[in-house]
Every structure is written in C-alpha cells, then in structure tokens.
C-alpha cells in the first residue's frame, strides 16, 4: 500500500481518490502550504477537484489527527503532514514556515495539575529568514 494511503487507513479514513492526493501533496511538501496553494498545485493533475473538497479533506484529516493545522498565522491555516513532534518558525518578511526541533517532553512534563493529557503542542518562533536578512529586510 502506498504510504499516504497506509497513512489514511492508520487514522480510520477512507482513502478516496482525492483524499489519498492531498495526503500524498503534505507528505511531499514540507512548506506547510495553505488550502489555496494545495488546491492549486493539486488543479493541475485534477482537474475535477474543487476548493471545497480541499478544504473539507483537510479538516476531516485534521479532525482525525492525520495532520497538523497550524497556528503561527494569524491570517491563513497552514497545513502539515509532517506529524513528529517539530517547531515552527515564521518570517515576517516573506511569510515562509521553516520546521525547528523540539524536545517532545516541553513544556508540560510532568503533566500540571488538572491536566490528564496533552494531545497537542505547537511552539512557535518569528523573525526573518537568512535569505531576506541578506536582502537588507
Ligand atoms: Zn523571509
Ligand atoms: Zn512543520
């Protein structure tokens, strides 16, 4: 089975035709990209697709855990397929979401009180990039 497809299975999805591509995309691309640029990229070779289904396929594989919707920007959701535990960082200049390492015990370990368990964590840095610092930004 194809990994994207292994991958929908895992988390209790059906692994349609679009479903599989859109996982597939996010596996393939580590540039955290937003509904319109996955469906855009995606239009090309489906030509059937529409924004809609994007956008629903994401929120159900967000709703099963199957991706990671981001929070670093207050204006678009970024998506991430990339589901072991990571930073982010975000340029302000150019907007680009560059993955970071992070220890997957931070920052709630041991568990505060009232907290029985954590299912998310998502830390994230801003700043600017080294190719627009270089371009005096
Ligand atoms: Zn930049
Ligand atoms: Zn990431």
């Known amino acids: 089975m194809e990994k994207a ?17 859109i996982m597939e995309y996010l596996m393939k691309h580590h540039t955290h990209p937003t ?18 289904t994007v956008y629903n396929t994401l929120e159900l594989l967000h709703s099963h855990n199957a991706v990671q919707a981001l929070t670093i920007d ?12 990571h930073a982010h960082f975000m340029c ?10 992070m220890h997957s ?8 009180e009232h907290v029985s368990r954590v ?3 998502q830390l994230n840095y801003s700043g600017v990039c080294d190719e627009c610092n270089k371009n005096n930004c």
Do not use: F, K, W
């Open 5 to 21: 497809t292994q991958h929908l299975v895992n988390h209790g999805i059906r692994p349609s035709v679009q479903r599989v591509a």
């Open 35 to 52: 509904v319109d640029t996955i469906y855009h990229d995606l239009l090309a070779t489906m030509p059937t697709l529409s924004r809609t």
């Open 74 to 85: 207050s204006r678009n959701v970024h998506y991430d397929g990339m589901m072991s535990p």
């Open 92 to 101: 302000r200049c150019c907007g680009r979401i560059i993955d970071l390492p």
């Open 105 to 112: 015990d931070l920052p709630a370990n041991p568990l505060p």
């Open 119 to 121: 299912e998310q964590i």
